[in-house]
């Protein structure tokens, strides 16, 4: 409790920003900017945990130096047991309290509040490779389901025995960036495929990106910088698909990135939702150089630049999910696989707050 008094010089000039932006919110001058008024809910947002558990702490500090001067002062032996139990007990809570306020004061990463687009690929493997990506992608959406958030795929490309060869979708909700983000990387299977007749174990590959998508306000994107194609959608879905020029790709001249979208059969759905991934894509090459940055830095995050890192094995025969990063495993794997992932995410977490501390020290 040593430097309570810091943290609490912290907190009263963080509590005094965040009346400031209170009161700013109701200000009609800021009300009729936009992009201002997104900005500023957004850092009120993000101080209110801060601002509720230091006035806890404040209470908690205030109620630990009352019990001291009872225990000095007070004559009655029975207040006196009271204030030592009072003391013994926030003697224990209050590091608790201050790590949580320490963790709260290092700015959060401005990407983690953000939806997030999640790019599943086959890699080494061939067609085993491709089922896997299938398998990979039914646990995300039974996570994602979960957890409430939504799940809209953009785009598809099967694999020839099941599965996929890519997948692209759009994940919203609360705060899906900042728990997805740890999924980046390469996942690695080691089972006998189905199309093997041998039965021998094979190692096979798929890779997951996850990217914040970039909201309305993040990237600015001229018209004229866009050649936009309208094509027949084609893939699953029936005839009705094949017959409509839904499909839409867009081409960003600028930089070259192409997009396209044809889940949709309504061509200005498509077009809204390419749209949408071209501007995260392009926001996503700024914020590259951040993320190959604190992927030095962290072992929790792999640079999405960086698609060799292998971040998970899954060991069908032995049941059991590793995941490289932190040496944690399990072995349920079946239950993993139908979405059970939070338990994982939680570690990683917990070990890049870890890492986090350290930085701010």
Not at 162 to 181: A, D, N, P, Q
Not at 213 to 234: H, P, Q
Request: hydrophobic share 35%; glycine share 8%; proline share 3%.
């Amino acid at each position: 409790m040593s430097d309570s008094n810091s943290l609490i010089e912290k907190i009263d000039g963080l509590k005094i920003k965040y009346q400031e932006i209170e009161k700013q919110l109701s200000d009609p001058d800021v009300m009729g900017d936009m992009k201002k008024f997104v900005q500023l809910n957004k850092d009120y947002k993000e101080l209110e945990p801060i601002v509720k558990a230091g006035e806890k702490y404040k209470k908690m500090v205030l109620d630990y130096d009352n019990a001291k001067d009872l225990m000095v002062n007070e004559k009655d032996d029975e207040l006196k047991e009271m204030a030592r139990e009072e003391i013994a007990l926030l003697e224990e809570e209050l590091p608790k309290m201050e790590e949580e306020i320490k963790l709260l004061l290092i700015p959060a990463d401005p990407e983690d509040g953000k939806n997030a687009i999640v790019e599943i690929r086959g890699g080494s493997g061939g067609d085993e490779a491709a089922i896997f990506a299938g398998d990979l992608f039914r646990m995300y959406s039974k996570f994602i389901e979960k957890r409430g958030w939504k799940l809209e795929v953009t785009s598809q490309a099967a694999g020839t025995a099941g599965g996929y060869k890519e997948i692209i979708c759009t994940v919203s909700g609360e705060g899906v960036y900042g728990i997805l983000k740890y999924e980046s990387g390469v996942h690695r299977v080691q089972r006998v495929p189905q199309t093997e007749t041998q039965g021998r174990v094979h190692t096979s590959a798929a890779s997951v990106v996850v990217l914040p998508e970039a909201g309305e306000f993040d990237v600015e994107l001229n018209e004229k910088d866009i050649r936009k194609d309208i094509f027949c959608a084609s893939g699953p879905g029936g005839q009705g698909v094949n017959t409509t020029y839904s499909a839409i790709r867009l081409t960003h001249i600028p930089t070259g990135i192409v997009v396209q979208c044809q889940d949709e059969r309504n061509q200005l759905k498509n077009y809204e939702k390419a749209l949408n991934e071209l501007r995260t894509r392009l926001y996503n090459m700024e914020y590259q150089k951040y993320l190959d940055n604190l992927s030095s830095k962290r072992k929790t995050m792999v640079s999405t630049g960086d698609r060799s890192a292998k971040i998970r094995t899954y060991n069908y025969p032995q049941s059991r999910v590793t995941d490289h990063r932190i040496n944690w495993s399990t072995h349920n794997l079946p239950v993993f696989m139908d979405g059970e992932i939070q338990e994982v995410i939680d570690q990683l977490q917990i070990a890049e707050n870890a890492e986090r501390l350290k930085e701010a020290e």
